[in-house]
């Protein structure tokens, strides 16, 4: 099924940053991805929705490298790339937040932005004794924290166990964007939060486009989808159904096609 | 359009006039709380304070007790155990247990040893033999730890009695005389030599002891490697999203624990003399490391707590051990104390966890 022209009421121009084409990927019996497509443009919100199982979080863990498809084609700024390992991703700069955060709750703040990336000291302190360089990395993590408007964190170096389900967040984006430089993914990152909270992270997300950075949304929750998204993508049965502009469509069409209720114009599903 | 934007945000508008401080961090002043945020913080608090009021209190029940040549007894009797504790340290760091740490240091020594005496090999290749085994008895932990993903507990209580077996069979229950050594082989007793400033007589095990602690205080502390180790024993999934390689670090740690134990043997020549297959290390040394490490206030669920805390954890138990027999109580009253030290330090690690929350 070609699901480029389909159900797509919004046309960019310019090359997508981030591509994907005909990714599948099977476990077993059950294929999470059959043949789908995606394209995210440069500075765009791009939101990802669809109803439980219906492979969102395969399509997701494609692009950051946490699972490699059986089939299909990603190409990064218009050149093809393979991810064996979110390490690999994450050196093509596409930082991914995890519902989970993947934070380590007994480190501080600065050693969770810099965990698997540190940085030593110069000279033989960082190249013989493999020194850690804390000063340039809680200056760093200070900073990036700042930008975001998170410096209600006093102390870089309390543990992240210490801080709110809301800071937390807030430092697990703050890692993201300040590693990210071409792609930064949020898996539902307000899931967890309070009403107050998640409206810090929705400000967050802006913040992070405004710098330039394009970013991939999953969530649940269709009143932060359709605010901050700039197109949606509506996943269904392992692939893209259609891509929607929030102000075409309202709250329910959304919710109708990504359950099936209701088929996008132009659109034909086979059964 | 309009319409559902309004929809979507109107719920929130219950938020006009409510405070703008959006997940504040709150510093909370009461006395018990910072106590518990301090501890958190200074994990090797607890047992410093421990010995220090140990001290105190054999220093006042025994006038005998500070002399230098009872101090320098106390670490010659720990420098063993501190070893192997460096190694059961990293271990529990990651969330694991190392039941075999006492039989690799076992059976590192007879191997340094039959080297020497049963195949001529020179003493000092003998051990560096004895070393590389040994910690290839570890990387076999780690492997079937990380790799196989079979549960730390039941892997080496498995290596346990595979490796004391071995010991057992490979040296015939063969023991190397003291004398035989100290003629031909010296370099295997090369940690049981002292210095001796105005009579009191420190081993070199005990600066050997000093120096593993520290180096690995210094690796846990300021490298990357060290912060992984910690990473990978608070949430593996999470180190292992956010970038670090869990199972190369846990093989890692495992075979470094390996070579630990290998030194450990090696000084335990240099301590005892003779060779054993049947020292009681064996048997003990796995013991003795959790207890160091348990009272040194590291948490057996992995992740918290510092090596300087489990070099304080065996001074503590040297402590009590030499502090009680100068007193002149019956022995198990030591153990009996330590006993009640080990569900001491795992109540107060409890109580320290739940200040995170």
């Known amino acids: ?224 989808v359709f605010e901050v998204a700039d197109r949606i993508h509506i996943h269904r049965l392992g692939k893209r159904l259609c891509v929607i502009k929030p102000g075409d469509y309202s709250m329910s069409d959304a919710v109708a096609f990504m359950t099936g209720a209701k088929l996008p114009e132009g659109v034909t599903e086979d059964a | 359009m309009a319409s559902d934007t309004k929809a979507a945000t109107s719920f929130e508008e219950g938020l006009k006039g409510a405070s703008e401080k959006v997940a504040e961090f709150h510093e909370d002043k009461g006395a018990l709380k910072r106590l518990q945020h301090w501890l958190h913080q200074t994990p090797s608090a607890v047992p410093m304070i421990v010995l220090v009021v140990a001290l105190i209190i054999f220093g006042l029940l025994s006038p005998n007790f500070f002399k230098a040549t009872t101090l320098s007894t106390i670490l010659q009797q720990i420098a063993i155990v501190g070893i192997i504790g460096c190694a059961q340290s990293i271990v529990v760091l990651t969330a694991g247990i190392d039941l075999s740490v006492g039989a690799i240091a076992v059976f590192s020594s007879v191997l340094m040893g039959q080297m020497t005496f049963r195949y001529g090999i020179p003493a000092p290749l003998s051990i560096l033999i004895g070393l590389g085994l040994g910690t290839a008895m570890g990387f076999i932990n780690g492997w079937l730890v990380a790799k196989v993903k079979l549960p730390p507990f039941i892997v080496t209580l498995g290596t346990w009695q595979i490796l004391l077996a071995s010991n057992f069979i490979f040296s015939a229950n063969e023991t190397i005389r003291s004398s035989d050594i100290a003629a031909q082989a010296p370099a295997l007793q090369f940690w049981g030599n002292a210095i001796q400033p105005g009579g009191v007589k420190v081993l070199y095990a005990v600066f050997l002891m000093v120096a593993l602690v520290a180096i690995m205080a210094y690796v846990l502390r300021q490298t990357a490697w060290g912060r992984h180790v910690y990473a990978v024993g608070d949430d593996p999934d999470a180190a292992e999203l956010a970038g670090v390689q869990t199972k190369r670090i846990l093989i890692q740690v495992y075979a470094l624990a390996g070579l630990f134990c290998a030194i450990a043997g090696w000084v335990m020549i240099g301590r005892f003399g003779s060779v054993s297959p049947t020292a009681s290390t064996g048997q003990l040394g796995n013991i003795q490391s959790i207890t160091a490490v348990v009272i040194g206030g590291i948490s057996l669920f992995g992740g918290r707590g510092s090596i300087v805390g489990m070099f304080f954890g065996a001074l503590i138990v040297g402590v009590f051990e030499m502090g009680l027999k100068m007193v002149g109580t019956d022995p198990q009253w030591t153990f009996f104390l330590i006993g009640l030290l080990i569900i001491l330090a795992v109540a107060v690690d409890q109580w320290i966890r739940k200040a995170s929350a």
């Open chain 1, 1 to 224: 099924m070609d699901q480029k022209g389909i159900g797509m009421t919004v046309q960019y121009s310019g090359e997508p940053i981030l591509k994907g084409r005909g990714l599948v990927k099977r476990y077993g019996k059950v294929t999470a991805l059959d043949h789908c497509d995606f394209d995210l443009y440069p500075g765009e919100i791009l939101a990802v929705i669809g109803d439980n199982g219906a492979g969102k979080s395969s399509l997701i863990k494609a692009l950051s490298g946490a699972v490699q498809p059986d089939e299909g084609e990603i190409t990064l700024e218009g050149k093809p790339v393979h991810f064996g390992s979110p390490l690999e991703a994450r050196a093509y700069g596409i930082e991914c937040v995890y519902q989970t955060l993947a934070m380590s709750p007994a480190l501080s703040i600065a050693d969770n932005m810099f965990m698997g990336r540190e940085l030593r000291k110069p000279g033989v302190m960082g190249s013989l004794f493999r020194q850690l360089d804390r000063p340039a990395m809680e200056k760093f993590a200070r900073e990036k924290l700042n930008e975001l408007g998170l410096m209600t964190i006093q102390n870089i170096n309390q543990p992240v166990e210490t801080l709110s389900g809301g800071q937390r967040q807030g430092v697990a984006v703050a890692r993201a964007a300040a590693f990210g430089s071409k792609v930064v993914i949020l898996d539902e990152p307000t899931a967890a939060l309070g009403v107050k909270e998640s409206r810090r992270v929705l400000e967050l997300i802006r913040d992070v486009r405004s710098r330039g950075i394009p970013i991939i949304l999953i969530s649940h929750n269709m009143p932060h």
